[in-house]
């Protein structure tokens, strides 16, 4: 095929080469053509898939990747699920998303690989636009990106929808349309649908470059984070720019803030719960972010936290996860004189 070199990402492929990746597949357009892209770049990687039961097609889909993976000497990863939800997608990307990190535990991944494109990148665009957002929220994450113990790897961000069918065209690779694409009670689906397709038809070369450029100005926003699995720590800047980073590092423990919540944490300068599931905490040089989990802890696990200036609502999480106080504030200090 050697198309894998125009299609994806050089710095996607380098963070790729020699390490030990699991792609989340899904047997539809765009994970079936990275499969093969990423085959044909001599990249090696396993694969995983969920089958939400769903739809005619979910059980072959399935049976697919297993096909594929015996196939190329992959190992191949699935889990079944059945969902009862008022919001699916949310609840779908949940579960898709632990999967994946379980596996990773257990099998010491380096890299998840996703299929995420230039279509999904407008689209992402458009329904983030709609209810205000920051730069780095609208243009939905790198190409390469740090996601605690593991890389978050897109190879194909900058690339069309309508690139990758015709290269599955030209080589004649099977894959499954998922029909509920369609269904406009998905919000992703509506966004698609009434602005991001008609404008990707007609702009596709200039959606690319503003990418590129609003890619290039959002890393001005951009401050060290200190991350102990999912407490995050960074240093305060300025109120746009620790509005920013707070925002980034809740989606990075898989919440998206809302604008009247990213309001009230901005003009609030204390200890606040957001979603009744995360806690976000200002001291006077430093941010924190992490679950909210309440614990009974004893009173000498408190004065150290305490001495380490670690904010109260934050140390439910340090118990819960048994996570050294000590070590942790020996890392602070590193980390506030940089």
Known sequence: MQESTSLLDEAA?????GRKNLLAFSAGVDSSALFFLLLDAGIEFDIAIVNYNTRVFSNEEALYAKELAQKYGKECFVKSVRLDSSNFEAEARGVR??????????GNYENLITAHQLNDRLEWFFMRLSKGAGIRELIGGK??????VYT???PLLNISKKNIYEYLQRNKIKYYEDESNIDAKYERNFFRSEFASAFMERFEDGVRRSFEILSSEAALFEVPFLQKNELIIFKRVSGLIDESNISLALKKIGYLASANQRKEIKNKDFDAVVGGRFCVCKSERLIFVAPHIRAVMPKEFKEKCRIAGIPPKIRGYLFAKEIDVNMLEKELATFSAL
């Open 13 to 17: 492929l380098e963070a790729l080469r």
């Open 143 to 148: 190409t390469v990106e740090k996601r605690g």
């Open 97 to 106: 998303y632990a999967f994946f990190e379980e596996i990773i535990g257990f």
């Open 152 to 154: 978050l790897v897109k």
